[in-house]
């Protein structure tokens, strides 16, 4: 899929599909203008292969790889990482190992938790849980401008809140260290 975006090599994101309740492929779509990586958790692939994108990696239990590989033939090469049934995060820790560290992660379903996936030993964590995009802050610091109107929700030591944004402008949240900001997609 081509783009209009210019990314350096090494810096792409690597889009995560976890589960699609809600997600489209039209939400997708807009996902994939930064050329990520794309990998699929074995229980969304069927989802995923009807939209005829060519997917670069598999997150699949070892019972299942004989299985998926077959019928994954005609998207070779893959990157195949297995993972034991529950253990998605593992999965995802596997990646970040492989030197994927910027991770964008759909999970529609709510397999894994805020706090789990701030454990990640990766350098970003997004979360796409649709129609809200999460962003993992590590540093106690978050900046953007944003105009009136707009409201972000916070998710800090098991507390959520929301916040109105008054006025047109760069908007900055101090916490302690990590915690959410949910942006509407």
Not at 14 to 28: G, Y
Not at 31 to 43: C, I, M, N, R, T
Not at 94 to 112: C, E, F, G, T
Request: aromatic content about 8%.
């Amino acid at each position: 899929m081509s783009s209009h975006h210019f990314v350096k090599d090494g810096q792409e994101p690597t889009l995560v599909i976890i589960s699609l309740a809600s997600a489209s492929f039209e939400h997708i779509q807009t996902l994939l203008e930064w050329s990520p990586k794309v990998f699929v958790a074995d229980h969304a692939l069927s989802s995923v292969l009807q939209w005829n994108i060519k997917i670069d990696g598999v997150m699949v239990q070892p019972l299942e790889v004989q299985k998926w590989r077959q019928e994954l033939r005609d998207q070779e090469p893959l990157q195949w990482v297995e993972y034991l049934d529950g253990s998605m995060l593992d999965a995802l820790a596997a990646l970040s190992n492989r030197n994927h560290q910027k991770l964008q992660i759909v999970d529609d379903d709510r397999i894994l938790t805020f706090s789990d996936l701030q454990d990640l030993p990766c350098e970003t964590v997004t979360l796409i849980r649709f129609p809200q995009r999460w962003s993992l802050i590590r540093v106690g610091k978050w900046t953007k401008w944003m105009p009136a109107g707009t409201t972000v929700s916070l998710i800090w030591d098991s507390k959520t809140t929301e916040h109105t944004m008054e006025i047109d402008g760069s908007h900055t949240v101090e916490l302690p260290s990590p915690f959410w900001v949910g942006e509407v997609l």
